[in-house]
């Protein structure tokens, strides 16, 4: 058992959170290695980036100009996913898909055909998660669940698009209820999109620093965690 006090180095600090997804996921009845742990790290400095990458299993950034930057002081030996989890605006698509791995952060049509068309230019494929406003927040991005189908649908027909699975943020608050209600309503989605389209949507990116234990009682197989393993963000 690893000691959170004293806890100085990202190392030990994943350690921690590593623990406490194996008891989530025990909990939950469900086996730990189906739950990945994605490090958020805007705002974080590369050298704080690259102390955690051995530890983890993916990087997330808010900003293709931020991860830009990074990208260059990056180091070819070192080989994680880059994944987008920050809303993208359609005139930074093409930047976008020369830095990400996927595109977490997909909420709208015409960015669907957008990352399409342009995927398409530089001959590869996209995965994406389709990411939904399940809490209602104004201040949240992603979809609204009523304009979910439509979204989908599209996202559907876009050949160079790989849906991968959904992705939410949880509302902002301590109340356990409210929370896992939202997680659950996602997981209820992506059951749906799955009986429906055949796809196995594998993905379900949901849980951060405050929220993560929660949410892999409600299915998480990805979550995406900053604070807990850097401190408060620069
Ligand atoms: C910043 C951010 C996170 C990480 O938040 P923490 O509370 O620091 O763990 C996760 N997901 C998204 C989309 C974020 O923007």
């Known amino acids: ?20 997804m194996e008891r989530s996921a025990e909990r939950a009845g469900r086996g730990v290695a189906e739950i990945k742990l994605m490090a ?28 830009a930057v990074k990208k260059r002081d990056w180091p070819g030996s070192v080989t994680l996913q880059w994944r987008l989890i920050g809303h993208l605006q359609s005139n930074k698509a093409r930047k976008a898909l020369t830095l ?52 989908l649908e599209r996202v559907l027909a876009c050949p160079r698009l790989k849906l991968e699975g959904l992705m939410t943020i949880g509302p902002l608050t301590e109340d356990e209820a409210r929370v896992r209600s ?14 429906a389209s055949g796809l196995p949507l594998p993905v379900l990116s949901m849980g951060m620093s405050g929220d993560y234990e929660w949410a892999i009682l409600e299915g998480s ?14």
Not at 1 to 20: F, G, Q, S
Not at 110 to 122: P, Q
Not at 139 to 145: F, Y
Not at 221 to 234: M, S, V
């Open 1 to 20: 058992m690893v000691e959170e006090r004293a806890l100085t180095e990202v190392k030990d600090r994943v350690a921690v959170v590593r623990e406490r």
């Open 40 to 67: 958020v790290t805007k705002t974080r400095r590369v050298e704080e980036m690259l102390e955690a990458a051995p530890f983890v299993d993916m990087l997330g950034e808010n900003r293709v100009q931020e991860a």
């Open 100 to 151: 990400f791995d996927t595109l977490d952060s997909l909420d709208s049509e015409g960015l669907a055909s957008d990352v399409n068309r342009i995927a398409g230019d530089l001959g590869r494929d996209v995965p994406v998660l389709i990411e939904v406003n399940t809490s209602g927040e104004v201040s949240k991005t992603g979809v609204a669940p009523e304009d979910f189908p439509k979204l």
């Open 182 to 195: 939202a997680f659950a309503h996602l997981r209820e989605m992506a059951a749906g999109v799955r009986a």
């Open 221 to 234: 197989t990805l979550i995406r965690i900053g604070t807990l393993l850097f401190g408060a963000r620069h």
